[in-house]
């Protein structure tokens, strides 16, 4: 069966050049519905119907429009009576910010490391792998704790928490293609025609190992905004009054069985973005990927 | 001095019923259904807290209390106005200001038929006064010795007068001496000479007892097997409830009443708790050390919003440091909502652009967050600016030590139904050193004249320096707890508790 | 890690002791407990008690960390193993079932199922599928670490995340393989269809899922803390976090010693396995 794999494999002279195919219909959802999402964040001043901050007692917990609500408050209101729509608007400026910079970050941190590991010998290997062994096994509190402990709280805190909690995934499916990779002939036949490193890494290694990278990024987006109200108790988070997609999910928990809608209001809105970044990732996998035709 | 009887349960229960509207319902039934004193049955509670230890003296939580209290027996009982009663000390009476005396009951046996004597009472004293080690220690290092007097007679003597002892007392389960052997072992499987007796114990999951057939109270207990679950996660607990697999859950938050009363089989009992809320300052620092800028935020906040949108109702108005029923509490004018005022004497006093750091003790306080921002709103009306910082509980108390903080959100459960223990850390400048900087001579003096065992002395003391607190606002009491009970309507006899105990011993189920 | 412990702001003593202790009690307290020894000395008898087997007292629970620790092992393993189980068979079958029937409602049904897993929190899965079956239905307990009933909820909760992740991770590793000139010459040459998917390409696609699998493991085992706390499952998830926050030194320092063990042991025999799926890999 390898033999089949490796004789077929060495009939392709590396990643072909000449193909550009227009995005797919799903990526092009995909990326409407992100740059919707990050439109209306970015305009949210604008388009708030009310001040998401200020409390109104006397309209706690309305459901939302057309679930016995008002279309005063499209989306209801909240345990304060606080307009959920004007709070996930404004929320998203923070909540998709803080997500996508440490997914970045994560993600490039990941990549050098699995490339180096990947390729730098068994040594490196193995001391970049028992690392990221320990870092896992560090409860990503304790870190946070610590964290604030020596540096104090600010916002940078805490994407390099966010980010120091998601490096690893990215680093060790990287690690594991490029040790996939690097056998493959051409790649070795690259190396004897003196291809440089960066050159190989650059041209060979990098676009194989970029579909799961781009499945893993679209998929933690979710965990970041998750993890981000998780840590606003070290006070590196955000504070409330001020609204995240985190928080406002935090808050509605407790008011999951009598008005669902807090939880779920933000619970969508963080589907809606995973599932426009999920069908952008793939879009960009296929027209990124040589070989799908 | 003091001596009380068995007769003053039944009385204070009668007076308690004026209190409560869902106390009625509670302690309406128990009468016609004691009657049977039929054992029967399996009762399972969840209780909000997962307990850590079995030794009575190692722990101040309430949960543990009440899982504790079905096992062992304390030498005196509260009843749920507030009232000391015998349990395994049949009465007491303080001889002078710094000796009490205890005279025991006789012909009770532990659950593996050691018989309960002075020496029991005598060593579970000397050990949770010597062992500096358990975490109740520190309430009893006062004590200066404690004898026997024959075989069922003890005597306290303290350094300084301890009026509060009984009320302590009511935390302690008595243990065998023959404990001290091994103590490890004897708290893996421990025997007290309580309602129940132990049987297994799955670490962070349940722990079930089974009824101790020999009980020294007659028809105590109407069951035959009780298990406490731990479920700290309200949603889960209620869930539980409503789907009939726990007959009892604790710590019901107002916003899931509506929820649980609407669910078939269940009903849901509230009583006024013996706690008061609490927002503290810290009484050294800028701005808030100033009296004019405490009076003015006071003034900014609308309690009755709190209690009544926020809590649904589920808090009541204070008009006194310690809640009603209690050694001390007096009725004093309530305090006040008047923005207006709250602007004036921030501009007489020139304060523009106060900003105060609110800090919050994560998931302590139900729905504390939520109030936070409310007031947080409030102030910022009258032109104080609120920085809300929900910490994480170790975090929160480090700002507290170290003074880095304008208000805190704090809370006073007075568990020994006793507001000694509450006066003496927080309004001495001993006790608040670490907390508000409290510092007020007369105050002190009035807390350590109150420490003595007549009531009437401790009355007039604890009025006077309440007097002195609701003056200065030191702290903001915003409003007094209410305990919720959601329970399964197979259950008879339950009473909800004060102090958020879950006591089962008298309950039955059907 | 033993530094990083006491650095953290917070005192033990005041975690244990009710809000109203004295000073004198917490510092009572903190004597009996070690910690007012110098920090070296106390990291040397740390690691000298370790080598003895002897991994401290918890200050929470006031019992050896080593039983505190290993009462929660098997709660912990079972709610993992199941989870795992979950994630491995369910997440890769749909990634099989959306690669191959690429386009159709399957693969549809398969990303939205895999978006609803990513973005769903724990407790609100958790608490759903409580009030669904434990309240609604009462087909099964609510919560509660019992029987294999008791499992089955937390376990779902638990493998939600994984299973989308593998279920798209799968697929996207799927379309790629399927994609090459040697699947379709396998195809040519009249291998079954059944064969190709399974034998061929899925072997070939194992990889980066084996990578994320692994990685899960570890996940599943220290992670657990929302759908423990959700469920009120015993296990160590939620121990250590409590650990933390009630600065239980020994406690987390015992798991952490678990976790990092079982992190290296996993994690090396994920390497072992890629060679054995793909024997083009070997380390030089």
Same mark, same amino acid.
């Given at each position: 069966m390898t033999d089949l794999f490796v004789t077929d494999r060495s009939l392709? *002279?590396?990643?072909?050049?000449s193909h550009r195919r227009p995005l797919n219909a799903p990526a092009v959802i995909g990326g409407l519905l992100l740059a919707l999402t990050v439109l209306a964040s970015v305009l949210a001043p604008v388009l708030?119907?009310?001040?998401?901050?200020?409390?109104?007692?006397?309209?706690?917990l309305a459901p939302p429009w057309g679930l016995g609500g008002t279309p005063a408050h499209v989306l209801g209101t909240d345990n304060l009576g606080r307009d959920i729509l004007a709070r996930l608007l404004h929320g998203g400026r923070i909540s998709l910010a803080l997500a996508s910079v440490s997914v970045l970050i994560a993600a490039a941190v990941g990549i050098v490391v699995g490339l180096v590991a990947g390729s730098g010998g068994e040594r490196v290997d193995a001391l970049f792998m028992r690392l990221a062994d320990v870092q896992l096994a560090l409860p990503v509190i304790m870190l946070a704790i610590a964290i604030v402990a020596v540096v104090g709280t600010s916002p940078a805190a805490l994407v390099g928490v966010l980010a120091l909690s998601g490096w690893v995934l990215y680093a060790r499916t990287v690690r594991a293609n490029v040790l996939t990779i690097r056998r493959l002939e051409y790649v070795e036949a690259a190396y004897t025609l003196g291809a440089s490193d960066l050159r190989i890494v650059a041209r060979h290694i990098l676009p194989n190992t970029l579909a799961p990278i781009l499945v893993i990024g679209s998929s933690q987006f979710a965990t970041m905004v998750l993890l981000e109200s998780g840590l606003s108790f070290l006070g590196m988070g955000i504070q409330a009054p001020q609204p995240s997609w985190g928080l406002m999910l935090a808050e509605g928990r407790d008011y999951?069985?009598? *008005?669902?809608?807090l939880a779920t209001a933000p619970g969508m809105t963080i589907s809606l973005v995973v599932l426009g970044a999920n069908l952008l990732g793939d879009g960009l996998r296929d027209l990124l990927d040589p070989r799908l035709g | 001095m003091r001596r009380r009887s068995a007769a003053s349960h039944s009385v204070g229960r009668r007076r308690f019923l004026t209190l409560s509207a869902a106390g009625l319902v509670a302690a309406g039934l128990p009468r016609a259904a004691r009657a049977q004193g039929k054992r029967s049955g399996e009762l399972v509670a969840g209780l909000s807290e997962r307990m %850590?230890? %079995?030794?009575?003296?190692n722990h101040y939580s309430i949960s543990s209390t009440s899982v504790h209290r079905h096992m062992f027996d304390p030498l005196v009982d509260v009843t749920n106005d507030s009232k000391f009663v015998p349990a395994l000390a049949e009465s007491w009476r303080a001889v002078n200001n710094t000796t009490w005396r205890f005279t025991l009951r006789k012909g009770v046996t532990f659950h593996d038929g050691t018989p309960f004597n002075a020496d029991s009472a005598l060593f579970t004293l000397r050990r949770v006064k010597d062992n500096?080690?358990?975490? !109740?220690?520190f309430v009893y290092q006062d004590i200066e010795s404690v004898e026997k007097d024959g075989d069922y007679s003890v005597v306290v003597t303290s350094n300084?007068?301890?009026?509060?002892l009984p009320a302590h007392l009511t935390m302690l389960g008595m243990l065998p001496p023959?404990?001290? !052997?091994n103590e490890e072992a004897f708290f893996q499987k421990p025997i007290g000479t309580g309602p129940f007796r132990f049987t297994s114990w799955t670490h962070g999951d349940h722990i079930v007892l089974a009824a101790?057939?020999?009980?020294?109270?007659?028809?105590?207990?109407?069951?035959e097997k009780v298990t406490f679950r731990f479920i700290p996660e309200l949603s889960t607990r209620a869930a539980g409830l409503r789907a009939g697999e726990i007959h009892v859950v604790d710590r019901v938050t107002p916003d899931l009443v509506e929820t649980l009363k609407s669910s078939r089989g269940v009903k849901v009992f509230d009583v006024p708790a013996v706690e008061a809320q609490r927002w503290i300052f810290?009484?050294? !620092?800028?701005?808030?050390?100033d009296q004019r800028l405490r009076q003015a935020i006071s003034l900014a906040i609308d309690r009755n919003v709190i209690i009544k949108d926020l809590l649904l109702g589920y808090g009541r108005p204070v008009d006194s440091p310690v809640p009603p029923g209690l050694i001390g509490h007096t009725s004093l004018p309530a305090k006040p909502y008047d923005p207006e005022r709250a602007r004036q004497i921030l501009k007489q006093a020139g304060y523009t652009n106060v900003s105060i750091d609110f800090v919050l003790m994560k998931?302590?306080?139900?729905?504390q967050l939520e109030i936070t921002q409310a007031v947080a709103a409030m102030l910022g009306e009258v032109g104080i600016k609120v920085n809300i910082k929900n910490l994480e509980i170790a975090t929160a108390r480090e700002h507290r030590s170290a003074g880095t903080y304008d208000m805190f959100f704090s809370g006073w459960a007075h568990m020994p139904h006793d507001p000694d223990w509450y006066f003496g850390q927080w309004f001495t400048r001993a006790g608040s050193e670490? %907390?508000?900087?409290y510092n007020n001579p007369r105050v002190e003096q009035l807390i350590a004249e109150g420490r003595v065992p007549d009531p009437k002395v401790r009355q007039a003391k604890y009025e006077e320096l309440e007097r002195i607190l609701w003056d200065e606002e030191?702290?903001?009491?915003?409003y007094y707890s209410v305990a919720i009970y959601g329970v399964s309507?197979?259950?008879?006899?339950f009473e909800p508790r004060r102090d958020y105990y879950v006591l089962l011993s008298d309950v039955a189920i059907v | 890690m033993f530094v990083v412990l006491r650095v953290l702001p917070g005192d033990p003593a005041k975690m244990l002791l009710?809000?109203?202790?004295p000073q004198s009690a917490v510092d009572e307290l903190n004597r009996h407990l070690g910690l007012r020894e110098p920090l070296h000395v106390q990291y040397a008898i740390f690691i000298r008690s370790v080598f003895r087997g002897d991994f401290g007292q918890s200050?929470?629970?006031?019992?050896p960390a080593l039983r505190v620790v290993t009462e929660r092992l098997a709660a912990t393993a079972q709610l993992a193993l199941a989870a795992m189980f979950l994630t491995g068979a369910v997440g890769v079958s749909l990634g099989i079932v959306a690669a191959v029937r690429r386009g159709t409602r399957y693969d549809v049904a398969s990303t939205l199922f895999a978006v609803l897993g990513q973005s769903l929190p724990n407790f609100w899965l958790g608490i759903m599928l409580i009030l669904l079956?434990?309240?609604?239905?009462?087909?099964?307990?609510?919560?509660?670490?019992?029987s294999w009933r008791h499992l089955i909820l937390p376990a779902v909760t638990l493998a939600a995340f994984p299973t989308a992740l593998v279920a798209r991770l799968t697929r996207s590793s799927m379309l790629e393989i399927l994609g090459r000139d040697y699947i379709r010459t396998g195809r040519a040459k009249g291998l079954a269809e059944r064969a190709v998917v399974l034998r061929h390409a899925l072997r070939n696609a194992a990889v980066p899922v084996l990578t994320v699998l692994g990685l899960q493991v570890g996940t599943l085992l220290g992670g657990a803390v929302i759908t423990e706390s959700v469920f009120a499952w015993p296990g160590m998830g939620k121990l250590v976090v409590d650990a933390i926050f009630f600065r239980d030194f020994p406690v987390v320092q015992t798991v952490l010693i678990f976790s990092a063990t079982i992190f290296v042991l996993i994690n090396l025999l994920v390497d072992l396995l890629y060679t054995v799926i793909d024997p083009r890999i070997r380390y030089s």
């Open positions: 392709e *002279a590396g990643p072909p050049t708030s119907p009310t001040d998401p901050v200020k409390p109104q007692f006397s309209r706690r999951l069985s009598n *008005a669902w809608w | %850590l230890t %079995l030794d009575p003296a500096t080690k358990l975490i !109740k220690s300084r007068p301890f009026g509060s023959h404990a001290a !052997k101790n057939p020999t009980y020294w109270k007659p028809g105590v207990p109407r069951v810290q009484l050294a !620092k800028e701005p808030v050390k998931d302590l306080y139900p729905k670490k %907390l508000t900087r030191p702290e903001i009491w915003p309507d197979r259950v008879r006899n | 009710p809000e109203g202790a200050f929470q629970y006031r019992a079956f434990g309240v609604a239905l009462r087909w099964l307990p609510t919560s509660g670490f019992e």
